[in-house]
């Protein structure tokens, strides 16, 4: 019986020392500071643009990657967009290389006026699958 022991023992102390296979995938976070003339007026002032070249947004990443943008306004709060601030929506569009911002009021309708200065916080999220 010591024999059979002695043998299966190591075999059941291996299968529960058993670790699920974990994963890491850096993320990158780039941080852009617009100035108000960077936003272009579209719609007859209906909207307001931007683009923000980001060269590690390849295509791989745009298609099986994240991508979180946040907005602060002058302060060190950062905002997620989409979001509505004072009354303008803000949103944004991913391509391979760039990420345009887009602002207009929150029903569409009304003109809006050229955001100001603005801080951008851009976080690419690696995906692996």
Do not use: H
């Amino acid at each position: 019986m010591k024999r059979f022991l002695l043998l299966v023992l190591p075999l059941i102390l291996s299968i529960t020392s058993c670790k699920k296979t974990e994963y890491i995938v850096p993320n990158q976070t780039i941080v852009v500071n617009l100035a108000a003339g960077n936003w272009q007026s579209q719609n007859n002032g209906k909207s307001y643009t931007t683009i923000i070249n980001v060269p590690q947004l390849d295509n791989y990443l745009n298609e099986r990657g994240g991508v979180l943008v946040y907005l602060s306004f002058g302060s060190k709060t950062y905002e997620q967009i989409p979001q509505v601030y004072g009354g303008d929506a803000f949103s944004y569009i991913t391509r391979p290389g760039e990420i345009e911002l887009e602002v207009q009021r929150y029903d569409g309708l009304g003109v809006v006026a050229r955001p100001g200065s603005v801080t951008v916080k851009i976080i690419l999220i690696k995906s692996d699958f």
